[in-house]
């Protein structure tokens, strides 16, 4: 089983992905209790998954060690939230190095690897997202630290005073700056929010060209070599 699993790590993780984006919003009309318990099964279902994908025992403890500062400063920002905004600023930068850290060890395996699977197809979009919501959490810590930065609609301002939809509405605003759609809901108008917009813009595209490029490269040298072995 626990080898299956790891033959199919990413997709395990995707799983995981999808399930936290799912909650995520869901949990914004929960009561506080129930919103603790959701926070504490994401972490979980994060903390089995990401044990998968991190192979090497220094990444293990580094993701352990973050993730548990992450769900800290989650808790506290949740049970003093009308006290102080410290656990969401931590909250967001702790998650940002995470997620960072989660792309780099991703992308690392795909060029390190000889041969292509689907399974490392999978990875590869994993990695595309993870890198969405690293954004997603820059920019949430930009808004707390100078909420000016950002021109928010009329139609979501209630939202953002939500702490799960707000993070929802920044984990939207990172991909539709990602895939280059960029719609008008959440714009920036300060400094640094613009170059977070087009720093992501440009490792949006070098993503895409750099790690299909990569995909397809070994799977044409794959091609390749079975020819090769079938001719002889």
């Known amino acids: 089983m626990w080898k299956g699993l790891r033959n199919?790590?990413?997709?395990?993780?995707?799983?995981?992905?999808?399930?936290?984006a799912a909650l995520e919003p869901a949990s914004a009309t929960w009561s506080q209790g129930k919103?603790?318990?959701?926070?504490?099964?994401?972490?979980?279902?994060?903390?089995?998954?990401?044990?998968?994908?991190?192979?090497?025992?220094?990444?293990?403890?580094?993701?352990?060690?973050?993730?548990?500062?992450?769900?800290?400063a989650n808790v506290a920002h949740e049970v003093?939230?009308?006290?102080?905004?410290?656990?969401?600023?931590?909250?967001?930068?702790l998650n940002t190095l995470f997620l960072a850290f989660a792309v780099a060890v991703i992308l690392q395996r795909i060029f390190q690897r000889q041969s292509i699977r689907t399974?490392?197809?999978?990875?590869?979009?994993?990695?595309?997202?993870?890198?969405?919501?690293?954004?997603?959490?820059?920019y949430g810590l930009v808004y707390l630290l100078w909420p000016g930065s950002f021109l928010i609609a009329d139609t979501i301002t209630g939202q953002i005073g939500n702490w799960h939809?707000?993070?929802?509405?920044?984990?939207?605003?990172?991909?539709?700056?990602?895939?280059?759609?960029?719609?008008?809901?959440?714009?920036?108008?300060?400094?640094?929010?613009?170059?977070?917009r087009w720093l992501e813009s440009v490792f949006g595209q070098f993503y895409m060209a750099v790690v299909?490029?990569?995909?397809?490269?070994?799977?044409?040298?794959?091609?390749?070599?079975?020819?090769?072995s079938a001719s002889q």
Not at 8 to 19: E, F, N, Q, S, T
Not at 174 to 184: A, E, I, K, P, R
């Open 165 to 196: 939809l707000q993070r929802f509405q920044f984990h939207y605003f990172s991909v539709m700056t990602l895939t280059s759609l960029g719609y008008s809901d959440i714009r920036p108008v300060g400094s640094l929010a613009y170059s977070l």
């Open 80 to 93: 003093l939230q009308d006290r102080s905004q410290m656990g969401a600023i931590l909250f967001h930068f």
């Open 119 to 138: 399974d490392d197809v999978i990875g590869a979009l994993c990695g595309y997202l993870l890198a969405s919501a690293a954004w997603g959490n820059a």
């Open 8 to 20: 199919r790590k990413y997709l395990a993780l995707l799983a995981g992905l999808v399930l936290t």
């Open 35 to 72: 919103q603790l318990l959701g926070n504490l099964t994401t972490a979980v279902i994060i903390l089995g998954v990401f044990l998968v994908v991190f192979e090497q025992r220094w990444e293990r403890c580094l993701a352990f060690f973050l993730l548990i500062l992450i769900f800290a």
């Open 212 to 228: 299909v490029a990569q995909l397809v490269g070994l799977r044409l040298a794959q091609v390749i070599n079975r020819g090769r």
